[in-house]
C-alpha cells in the first residue's frame, strides 16, 4: 500500500515568499504530525492533528507557520514570509492510533525548503 | 523538558564488525524508547521500540534494551552489513503526549 507522501519534494522560495507544503498521510491514519529537520539534527516537533483537529501546536516557531487538515485526511503546512532560517527539511508523519499512547508514526520523504 | 543524546557519528566499521551506538535520554516518567532508521533518500523508518523498562526491542539483528537506571537505550548489531548504512534516530514519546522527541541522529557507514 501507499506510504505517506510529500509534494513538493524540494522548495526554492525567495526571502518573504509565501511556501505552501502538502502532506497525503496513509489512509484510514487520524494522527498526522508535522516536524522541521535543521541540517544535520533531528526531527523537531511542529504540531500535531488528530482528525481534522489540531490538538497541539505548541513547536510551531512562530506566527508565520500555520498548519491545517480541514477534512481530516491531507494536510498542509503553510509558511508565511519566509525567512533564512525556515532553511529545512519539513516532515510529515502518520499514525492510526487515536489513543494516548505514543505509537509508531510512519514518515513520510519529507520537503527540502530553500530560502534564498 | 525531554532531550536525547545520541553519539556523534559518522560510526565507520567494516563488515561483519560489532556495533554499538550509544543514546541517553532525560524525561520525566516513564516514556517508550524508539529507534528509527533513515536510508539515503528514505523517510524514516521505525527500527524498533521498548515501552517500560527492561524492554528488548529487536528487529532486523538490531537490539537495544531499556535502561531505566542508566537512562539508556543503547543500539547494538553483532555483524553490520553494507546495507546498514543509514542514519540512525534514537527517539522517545510519552503516554498523553503524541510527538516523538529526537536525537540529532548517527550516521553509520559500513565498508566491504
Known amino acids: 500500500g501507499a506510504g505517506v507522501s510529500q509534494s513538493p519534494r524540494y522548495k526554492v522560495a525567495k526571502r518573504g515568499q509565501d511556501v505552501a507544503l502538502r502532506c497525503d498521510p496513509i489512509?484510514?491514519?487520524?494522527?498526522l504530525f508535522w516536524y522541521q529537520q535543521a541540517l544535520g539534527q533531528g526531527p523537531e516537533f511542529l504540531t500535531y492533528f488528530q482528525n481534522e483537529a489540531q490538538l497541539d501546536k505548541s513547536g510551531l516557531p512562530s506566527d508565520r507557520f500555520f498548519a491545517e487538515r480541514p477534512e481530516g485526511s491531507v494536510s498542509t503546512l503553510k509558511i508565511q514570509r519566509t525567512q533564512q532560517e525556515d532553511s529545512a527539511v519539513y516532515l510529515c508523519a502518520s499514525s492510526l492510533a487515536r489513543d494516548t499512547a505514543p505509537n509508531e508514526q510512519f514518515f513520510g520523504p519529507g520537503t527540502r525548503l530553500t530560502v534564498l | 523538558g525531554d532531550s536525547v543524546t545520541q553519539m556523534e557519528g559518522p560510526v565507520t566499521l567494516s563488515e561483519e564488525a560489532f556495533l554499538t551506538i550509544n543514546c541517553t535520554y532525560t524525561a520525566t516518567g516513564y516514556p517508550s524508547l524508539f529507534w528509527y532508521v533513515q536510508y539515503p533518500g528514505e523517510g524514516l523508518q521505525l527500527l524498533l521500540k521498548a515501552t517500560k523498562a527492561d524492554d528488548k526491542g529487536s528487529n532486523k539483528g538490531f537490539e537495544a534494551t531499556y535502561r531505566k537506571e542508566t537512562t539508556s537505550f543503547h543500539l547494538e548489531k553483532g555483524s553490520v552489513q553494507v546495507s546498514d548504512s543509514a542514519v540512525y534516530f534514537c527517539a522517545l514519546g510519552h503516554t498523553g503526549r503524541r510527538a516523538l522527541t529526537f536525537g540529532s541522529g548517527t550516521r553509520l557507514q559500513v565498508q566491504p
Open positions: 489512509s484510514g491514519h487520524v494522527s
